[in-house]
């Protein structure tokens, strides 16, 4: 081990491996399929990257997002280690180029995401690829058991046969008894000739808490206040991360929003900010954190129940990776467990309704029963959805499970589209349009159709445009491209991305075989994972760690002493829920009476109006009950 301990002192200039490291990396070296489990923050790259820095040769490494590649692409070429990715944000051209350097240059380390490996070009290549070492990283994704799985993650065992002798080490921070079985046995580990690595999912310097708050605003606040430092807000929805992020800045929070829709350049300057702590919260989706390395997070604050205990864990991992105290905090209210268990529901469309959603895109793509096979057609899918009347979440779920029959291919940022932004003054349109009636009258339809784009990027619809305008796609292309020469606005195409990829030629939808074992299993295992997170935070007398740490299979772990069930923080909390869902059912049972006053419920629940106010709010979220004509309380029709 002396030589991965010189490499890891030149490259990274630590003086030691943290634990479990040294082990992982010898039984990589000795030929080994490995497998290592390490909690967010635990140094899951170093076991793979040192390795692949001894072996003479390519390591290959399969990674989920674009966004993770392009980070640890990033972190090696510093440390002066040539690494390449490849990935759907390139061109065909760019791909070619790529994998020539791998094959013919000194590139080390070659990421890629799992849907590239069955590509002609890669395997036209691979035999020219000098791969020494295949990485798995975000294993869990291999399993059906798994909270993110992928199917395409199930064919890198085909990869065997071409790579005789070739050792995998497979990594992931959240892994279930079940799931570590499932990755060795999809994986194909060698018997006999693999290891499993795990270290202890206790975090002993992180506080887990699930407050039970109505005015989650008010408590986050309070949250931010106590607890100086760097932290992550995590909610459930592109717009509420800007929502959440203004009302930050409104208190004088440097803050700023992250989700999957922004632009690769937007989101690593807003990840480099964060990390240079010139923007101290982070309001963002579970786009956010993966494969960062910002060791001084303090607060990880969830407004919003995740779907899983691995999601929740991973999320939460992220504070005090630096080895201080840090806190985790839920904040929860009734309605969440309602909106978690809807998300479940939405997440698995009928069959009916991805017949219909194939179908329309079929005639979207205007293709022909019996053609189409292999071919990339355009997709807009705020077009589709008007065209079609469609909702946007009935369409992604369904378009989500034509992809998972292979049926379609999706990219990851299918459902982006174009952005743009207004840069230049008021004034200086007004000059531009005076000139150029075309460019008058699509400034004007943007302005109109699309709030807030003088001050933020925006998500445009070309295809909406194009009609409202009676233009061609070459024609709008020369008007946008005007306006960018003219300093008037900043532009990102949707470019490759916007594409669907269709791997069988289009059937009668009547014609479409679903596989209903899988999507019946996958049903079952996602709605028992959520409510593993819904009795986390319904719980109120196990110590937190405790519950996590045995939920991926540790059966003895201490109590961490520090969480809100250790320290008895949650009871005066409980008691307030208890209150306020008692005085709820309550006004549900006056309502069956008829409509009430708000000074009548209060009344008869004999509780202050402005609590009173706070229950009926509560009530109308969960849509259970509505204010008529007469400004009175009645029960939801």
Known sequence: MSDALKILQQHWSYDSFRPLQE???????????TLA?????????????VPGLLFDGLCLVISPLIALMNDQVQQLTKRGIPALAIHSALSKHEIDIALDKAAYSDVQFLYVSPERLKTAMFLARLEKLNIKLIAIDEAHCISQWGYDFRPPYLEIGNLRPFLPGVPFIALTATATTTVVQDIQEKLLFKPGASNVFQKSFTRSNLSYSVLY????????????????GS???????????????????????????YHAGL??????????????NKIRIMVCTNAFGMGIDKPDVRSVVHLDLPESPEEYFQEAG????????????????????DDLEKRILRSFPSIEKSRAVYDALGSYADLATGSGEETYTDF???????????????????????????????NEGVFQGSQLMFICSQQALMQVQEKNQRIDQLSKLILRSYEGCFDHYVKISESFIRKQLEVSKDQLKSLITIMVQHGLIKYIPAGESSNILWLKARLEAKNLIFD??????LKKTKEGKANAMIAYVNQKQDCRSQFLVRYFGERVAPKCGICDVCTGRNEKQKLSVSKTIDAGQKMLYLLEEGPKTLEQLSAAANLKQEKTLEVLRELLDQHKIQLNQEEQFMLHQ
């Open 23 to 33: 082990d992982i990396i010898q039984s990589v070296l000795d030929g080994y399929d």
């Open 213 to 228: 708050e109505e005015d989650k605003k008010k408590s986050l606040l309070r949250i931010l206040k106590n607890v100086p």
């Open 516 to 521: 209903m074992e899988r999507y019946n299993f």
């Open 231 to 257: 932290g992550i807000i995590y909610v459930r929805s592109r717009k509420r991360t800007q929502q959440v992020a203004e009302i930050m800045q409104k208190e004088g929070i440097t803050a700023d929003f």
């Open 37 to 49: 489990l390490l909690p967010t923050g635990g140094g899951k790259s170093i076991c793979f990257q």
């Open 380 to 410: 807009d899918l705020k077009d589709f959805c008007i065209k079609y009347s469609f909702r946007a979440t009935d369409v992604i779920p369904a378009m989500k499970l034509l992809q998972d029959n292979e049926y379609i291919s999706l």
């Open 318 to 337: 992220r504070a005090g990776r630096d080895g201080h105290k840090a806190y985790a905090v839920m904040l929860f209210s009734p309605a969440d467990q």
């Open 263 to 276: 632009n690769n350049d937007q989101r690593s300057k807003k990840q480099q900010d964060w990390i240079d």
